[in-house]
């Protein structure tokens, strides 16, 4: 891919070097954009200052300084798991790590006060390779810095706390943040307040604001997920109006394609999928969901109704089909339709993946690792575990379906449902039954929860389907936890006690992990960094008293989405420029101090309908059944039971948006699994981004992206003027919504002459580049049309069209 250089605005790069990556270009070579990896968290505090020379805190604190080290290097050996503790010594509580273990007998592990008469330093300075903590064979370690906070930690008086995501969230106090002179102008909600006081204890000053194409554009991809028209960041950038950043804000969270963006990550945390993910990964219909999700964000569906509604939703008195188009979320994990399958086995191995899934998606917990053991790290038990799964015990299913190699394949039970563009129609519709029967055409069958009489649940003994000697259980949640759900200890809990407990103000994960998660769409990283972890393997906050006092405004405001985006869209924080200076970049490499913005190259569905949009191909139709874009001929080929071939959508379902892409599990689209799509076998709570020839080659040669600069190029021919450099300027505008850099247009002068004379020399490469996609247009001179392809495929490929700056 090109690669824009020197700074025109944040986002708006000259090509100084673009002449050179043009001629790479036209010799199909490939140049890479720049790697944007994992955002790597700070250091303690304490060794943060100690870093930057300062005089360390006074106070080292247990969750913030000491747990990440202990759960890191010693909580495996000695943490929660009883069947894995050496020497019955537990370092996750005080009383045993004060009292040498569960036996009492090496009574010096730690010496509240004393470090040197502590077991814990001798063993982690020991030079004896027998002694040494942790063992050298374990591949762990502890640096000098680790083990001074340990020393100095041992010498406060070696205070425990409770792990900080498993208190009741508390509101904190919004700092009152002065000094600076320009503080009280920048602070323009508590969020910037957070900020500012943090970045005053650091000696460091906000960035500049970014200037108003860039955020026009940024704000556009962060909320709806699609580049802005050009007119519009004209109105913005031109507006005087100090309101006309908030109308924005309000314009696209009212916006279907508000939805549509959010609804990219929910399914990745879901594991939404259109295929069962396992042997023949046969088709299953439950796109239903799917639109669920994108109206009820659109709706701003209050998140404690959206909650109980996908795990429950057949619970509630009277529910509306849409109501059971949500349960679906319990439908969608990984099933077999293999003849010689055994149902017991399968019928484990789905209570299993529930377990993981819903703990991973609200509780940010990663409950999967107490299926054969107690948790190492964090206090959930095997037993733990399966009364969890045994609140998904009524859901009607089968281990192994009977429809053999049958496509899509049968999994009842299902139901017809509206699809999205009737279901507000439907809603309105019910008083009227003879006008539900005429929306009925359009009702999609899907996938949906059905409850019967629970089956038995035991502990299965290292997770072994085999062994029934395990102790039968009923639906609990884990006992640690001090909020407990409404009901326990007089009845059965059920799926909607599981969901109302979920969606409670005192349940110390949900809101937490949801507006982390938030957090990391609109500034990179989450205020806790490990998405799908708040445990003792995740990361103390960088801003803790921030992160709670969003997860209070979330439950405390409805638990109303749009709210909290608001206010972090319209934060200073957000609107900081995401340029870097060298001495910021040396300071908070991975910006979590939020001193700038950060920059990220958009999503594969981002990526997508991007260049569908700047051609003007993008149909923005709301919900419906999944699409099949162009993809690789023979791609299925190794595909069986049935075997398969891949038909294109032949019609305007060709150039829908990304999150309407039909989704194969085993086989998912090679575009997106070059933009690091999840095969979503599993939930993913964040996306890595990668950099690899094979994006490159999906940019300048899918054919989807081959037919967005062909409809691109003959528009710039019929529309962008006679001269070529008023069509240069015509594509750059169309792309970047703004106009090219003199080193730019030299450059795209430069290909536009040698792509016109190779295409003179070879008109059949002409014509066949013309022809790709739908509708070719023949009014067009064949060889100036190639050439003006070339042209926006340049364009389309640049390291700024495919970023969020």
């Known amino acids: 891919m090109l690669a824009s250089n020197a700074s025109v605005t944040e986002s708006g790069n000259s090509l100084e070097s673009v002449g050179e990556s043009v001629s790479v270009l036209v010799m199909v070579s490939l140049k890479t954009y720049a790697r944007i990896g994992f955002f790597a968290a700070l250091p303690p505090l304490g060794m943060l200052s100690s870093a930057m020379g300062d005089a360390a805190p006074e106070r080292v604190e247990f969750n913030r300084d000491i747990r990440p080290i202990l759960s890191e290097n010693c909580f495996r050996c000695h943490g929660f798991d009883r069947n894995q503790r050496k020497a019955k010594l537990r370092l996750d509580i005080r009383e045993s790590a ?8 090496d009574k010096s592990a730690v010496v509240p006060g004393h470090p040197e008469q502590s077991q814990v330093m001798h063993r982690l300075l020991s030079q004896d390779p027998e002694e040494l903590m942790p063992p050298p064979e374990s591949e762990k370690s502890v640096s000098a810095a680790e083990r001074e906070l340990i020393r100095r930690w041992i010498a406060q008086g070696a205070e425990y706390e409770d792990h900080w995501a498993y208190e009741r969230v508390e509101r904190p106090v919004v700092p009152i943040v002065g000094d600076w002179e320009s503080w009280e102008d920048w602070v323009g909600n508590p969020i910037d307040a957070f900020i500012a006081a943090r ?3 650091e000696g460091l000053e906000p960035s500049p604001a970014a200037d108003a194409r860039t955020l026009a554009r940024r704000l556009s991809f962060d909320v709806a997920g699609l580049p802005l028209d050009p007119n519009a960041v004209d109105v913005f950038t031109e507006s005087k109006d100090p309101a006309s950043f908030d109308s924005l804000v309000v314009s696209l969270l009212e916006s279907p394609a508000f939805g549509e963006r959010m609804a990219v990550s929910w399914l990745d945390i879901v594991r939404y999928a259109d295929t069962v993910g396992i042997h023949g990964d046969q088709t299953v219909t439950i796109s239903p969901y799917r639109d669920y999700v994108i109206k009820a ?3 701003n569906m209050p998140f404690d109704q959206f909650t109980i509604e996908q795990l429950a939703g057949d619970l509630l008195p009277e529910p509306t089909l849409i109501q059971l188009a949500a349960t679906g979320f319990n439908r969608l994990n990984l099933t077999t339709h293999e003849g010689g399958a055994q149902s017991k086995e399968y019928l484990a191995k789905y209570a299993a993946d529930r377990v993981r899934a819903t703990s991973t998606v609200w509780m940010g917990s990663t409950m999967g690792c107490a299926e054969c053991h107690d948790h190492k790290y964090d206090p959930f038990g095997t037993v733990d575990f399966y009364s969890f799964a045994a609140f998904f015990a009524d859901v009607e299913e089968q ?3 009977s429809s053999g190699n049958s496509n899509p394949c049968d999994r009842p039970p299902a139901i017809r449902v509206p699809e999205y563009a009737t279901m507000r129609d439907y809603e309105v519709a019910l008083a009227s039954v003879d006008q539900v029967r005429s929306l009925e ?8 929860t059905k409850a019967v009489e629970p089956r038995t649940m035991r ?3 290292r997770g072994n389907w085999l062994d029934d000697s395990g102790d039968e259980v009923s639906p609990a949640v884990p006992d640690f936890f001090a909020f407990q759900p409404q009901g326990k200890g007089e009845r059965r809990l059920t799926r909607l006690d599981l969901a109302k ?26 205020l806790s960094k490990v998405l799908d972890d708040l445990g003792s393997q995740g990361e103390w906050p960088v801003h803790p008293e921030l992160l709670d006092w969003l997860a209070i405004e979330f439950m405390e405001s409805g638990w109303d989405v749009k709210h909290i985006v608001r206010l972090m869209v319209s934060s200073s924080t957000y609107r900081q420029s995401s340029m870097c200076s060298d001495s910021l970049r040396e300071r908070d490499p991975d910006n979590r101090l939020l001193a700038r913005q950060t920059s990220r190259r958009l999503d594969a569905e981002l990526i997508r309908d991007n260049a569908l949009k700047s051609s003007g191909l993008l149909v923005l139709k709301l919900g419906g059944k999944s699409v099949r874009p162009y993809q690789p001929e023979r791609y299925y080929m190794h595909l069986n039971f ?7 959508s032949d019609d305007d379902g060709q150039w829908r948006r990304g999150v309407y892409t039909h989704w194969q599990r085993l086989f998912l689209h090679p575009a997106m699994v070059a933009f690091d799509a999840p095969s979503r076998e599993e939930c993913v709570a964040e996306r890595p981004y990668s950099n690899t020839p094979l994006a490159a080659l999906v940019s300048l040669n899918d054919p989807t992206y081959v037919e967005a600069a062909r409809v691109l190029a003959g528009k710039a021919i019929a529309r962008g003027g006679v001269a070529e450099i008023e069509r240069v300027k015509f594509v750059f505008r169309e792309v970047l919504a703004r106009v090219p850099q003199p080193a730019e247009e030299k450059a795209l002068l430069e290909l536009f002459s040698a792509e016109q004379a190779n295409f003179a020399s070879d008109p059949d490469a002409a014509r066949e580049l013309v022809s790709i996609g739908f509708a070719p247009r023949r009014d067009l001179p064949v060889v100036e049309h190639a050439a003006w392809t070339s042209v926006a495929r340049a364009v389309l490929n640049l390291h700024e069209t495919i970023t969020r700056f």
């Open 642 to 648: 049935p075997t398969r071939t891949y038909a294109p």
């Open 297 to 299: 964000f659109n709706d």
């Open 441 to 448: 055409p359009a009702f999609t069958p899907t996938l949906i």
């Open 98 to 105: 004060i009292g040498g273990g569960d036996n009492g007998r």
């Open 199 to 201: 970045l005053q204890v």
């Open 459 to 461: 502990v299965l003994p």
């Open 501 to 526: 407990w979920f969606a409670h103000r005192d349940h110390p994960l949900t809101a937490r992990v949801f507006v982390n998660r938030l957090w990391k769409l609109y500034f990179g990283t989450g």
């Open 399 to 401: 281990g192994a379906y």
